[in-house]
């Protein structure tokens, strides 16, 4: 109880002393300063060395990008603060089991590099949606894929990220939550706007190493707290809230398997089956379909590049367990009452939500235990994985909105009109997730991560069915993905509405949705859904009319190696250089003023056309675009690398298992 007694003082007066503390520190306003002013300069440095004033420089960074960015690009953009919130939550609540969706990833990004990229590269493609319509013709496949990825966008990435982002600085400064997010949103925003992917892809490096080195300072400082690892995991399994009113003791005593990955295939909070078999259809459709991982591969130089980056990135996923899991473990021994709370009254006092006050965990750790200097550095990071996942959201919604959705409603659009349109939307963009934050806040328990995890079982496995049956089986055609996005999405979304329309309750509180809805977990479920949208899709297809050979060449598995010319099922609606072609015949513009030249060169929208290239050089980029060839010696190095990584992540899942 020791502990327990310490917490509530330091406790009490979180909502009026951080913002005293941190608002009046010169130490922390500087750091907060100087990261944001080296994270503009290397975007502005970003924009101008890169061409932005067409759609391969702005949205795929010209196809020049190297290993290295690449895999920092795909760590940060996956690392929210979303995760320092939802996981060290999840944590502190549940144990360790929530590492297991973190190290799931180093199996899936090898899957991505070695069998989806290959494809979608020789198909030549700039988002998924495009790679559907080529594959299986027709607009409606791709109209709704561009639509239900922009859903799930708002719904699990933008909001969730905002909500935890505006938890710490909430925790930190005082400040409102609404007020931070508009803040930082402006920022984040700005860059995005203007720089394109390389501006993206380059700021998310440099914020990858703030994230790691700020994580590892604040670890080193909970672990002396606690007195090391031994005392660590005895110390938790105590960690019992001194007001536990008539409640079950199950809803404040940590889980007796909290330091166990694998847990009881019925009874678990995150059953062995469902981690295993669940967890990775839902990482097959996050990491090998989604427009933001996707695209990062799709900038790279050549495929060794895009083996290399996704291998540096599983091996950075390793860190969250120890910088997220372990900290979010920690600060509930450290501020039991707090972060554990049980009465809703309690939990309303702390954190301002009746279901629980566990999204606290990391942020009151960076408030209470990082010196001066540090929590601005804390604080950076914070701000860090925020803006980076936002950012690569922005750029990617943005990029399907444009060339899957605009270009539907405006066939003839310029370039330049494409460009203008994108950057616009994403203002849009960011009004709805505001606006959906609430029901984040209340969703799952208080428990941010389980809240996405569980949305995502309901609205992505047909999406990887879709995905996966289109690259490895090339007698599945239109009728029958459409049939098994269409069906399958009725069949989630019924289990998702009345899981909001009960309320998921708390253990306190139990929600009184009827156990054949909501009593399947998350995971169960997205296994179920995979199953019976793969079935659907397998039996309309068999019944209807097969795609023949020659649309299919360099689109599936079995014919990826195919060099005839293949014939598109459907011609594509925008080409990207009508826009010079249509200029010809108009007369000179006017030449613009000083004011409209900067803001045209800020915004990469100058007016100046490249050379026109001839049919033969045209044909010769194109090639280049969709080689995937590699020089023997990289190829056997990223080979024997991707075996080293697989054999790390079984070793991992063992010794935790």
């Avoid at 949103?185 to 992917?197: D, E, H, K, P, S």
């Amino acid at each position: 109880m020791a502990e327990t007694v310490t917490a509530l003082p330091t406790g009490t007066p979180a909502p009026t002393d951080p913002p005293s503390v941190a608002l009046n520190n010169a130490a922390d306003i500087s750091v907060i300063v100087i990261y944001f002013v080296v994270v503009l300069a290397v975007g502005v440095w970003a924009m101008v060395r890169t061409n932005r004033a067409t759609v391969g420089g702005f949205f795929l960074a010209g196809r020049s990008m190297v290993w290295w960015p690449i895999g920092a690009s795909l760590f940060a953009s996956n690392i929210g603060s979303g995760h320092f919130v939802g996981i060290a939550g999840t944590a502190a609540a549940s144990g360790i089991a929530i590492g297991g969706f973190e190290w799931n990833a180093l199996i899936v990004v090898v899957i991505l590099a070695w069998l989806f990229v290959p494809i979608y590269i020789k198909a030549g493609v700039v988002t998924m949606p495009e790679y559907l319509k080529k594959r299986f013709g027709g607009q409606r496949i791709r109209v709704y894929l561009s639509v239900l990825s922009l859903f799930l966008y708002v719904f699990t990435k933008i909001s969730a990220d905002m909500f935890s982002g505006a938890i710490f600085i909430n925790q930190a400064l005082g400040l409102n939550i609404y007020i931070a997010v508009i803040a930082l949103l402006a920022i984040t925003a700005l860059y995005t706007v203007t720089g394109g992917l390389a501006a993206v892809i380059y700021t998310d490096t440099l914020q990858t190493v703030i994230m790691v080195v700020g994580s590892f300072i604040l670890m080193g400082f909970a672990f002396d707290k606690v007195g090391g690892y031994d005392n660590f995991v005895e110390r938790y399994m105590n960690a019992v809230p001194s007001m536990t009113g008539n409640y079950s003791a199950s809803c404040y005593e940590p889980r007796p398997d909290s330091f166990h990955i694998f847990r009881n295939a019925i009874t678990g909070d995150l059953p062995w089956p469902g981690l295993v078999f669940g967890l990775t259809i839902q990482a097959t459709w996050y990491w090998c379909t989604d427009q933001v991982i996707v695209q990062r591969c799709l900038s790279a130089k050549n495929l060794s590049h895009v083996k290399a980056g996704c291998i540096l990135c599983g091996y950075l996923k390793l860190l969250p367990m120890f910088l997220m899991v372990f900290p979010g473990m920690i600060s509930r021994i450290l501020y039991t009452d707090e972060v554990a709370c049980v009465d809703p009254a309690e939990c309303e006092k702390y954190c301002g939500a009746a279901v629980g006050c566990s999204n606290i965990a990391y942020p009151k750790m960076v408030v209470d235990l990082m010196p001066d200097g540090l929590r601005g550095l804390m604080l950076s990071v914070m701000m860090a994985s925020l803006m980076s996942s936002l950012t690569s959201i922005f750029n990617s919604a943005s990029t399907l909105f444009t060339m899957d959705i605009y270009t539907k409603i405006r066939r003839s659009a310029t370039e330049r009109e494409l460009m203008i349109a994108g950057r616009l939307f994403i203002l849009g963009l960011i009004a709805v997730s505001i606006a959906w934050i609430p029901v984040v806040q209340s969703a799952q328990s208080g428990q941010l991560f389980d809240y996405i995890q569980s949305i995502t079982s309901y609205l992505a496995p047909p999406v990887a069915a879709v995905f996966m049956l289109a690259i490895f089986c090339k007698r599945v055609n239109e009728a029958g993905a459409f049939y098994g996005l269409t069906i399958g999405l009725c069949i989630g979304l019924s289990r998702m509405i009345a899981e909001f329309a009960y309320g998921t309750g708390s253990c306190v509180s139990p929600s009184d949705c009827p156990t054949i809805i909501c009593g399947v977990h998350y995971l169960y479920f997205a296994i179920i859904l995979f199953v019976a949208t793969c079935i659907i899709i397998l039996g309309v297809s068999l019944m209807t009319k097969p795609i023949e050979d020659k649309h299919l060449y360099r689109l599936c598995w079995s014919l990826r190696n195919n060099q005839e010319k293949r014939i598109d099922l459907t011609q594509d609606d925008w080409i990207e250089d009508q826009d010079s072609d249509s200029m010809d015949t108009e007369e000179p513009a006017e030449e613009p003023g000083c004011c409209k030249k900067a803001l045209l060169c800020f915004c990469g929208l100058d007016e100046k056309k490249g050379p026109k290239l001839s049919e033969e050089e045209k044909a010769k980029l194109q090639e280049k675009l969709t080689d995937t060839s590699e020089r023997p010696l990289w190829r056997n190095i990223v080979n024997a690398n991707a075996i080293i990584l697989l054999c790390v992540a079984v070793f991992f899942h063992g010794f935790y298992a």
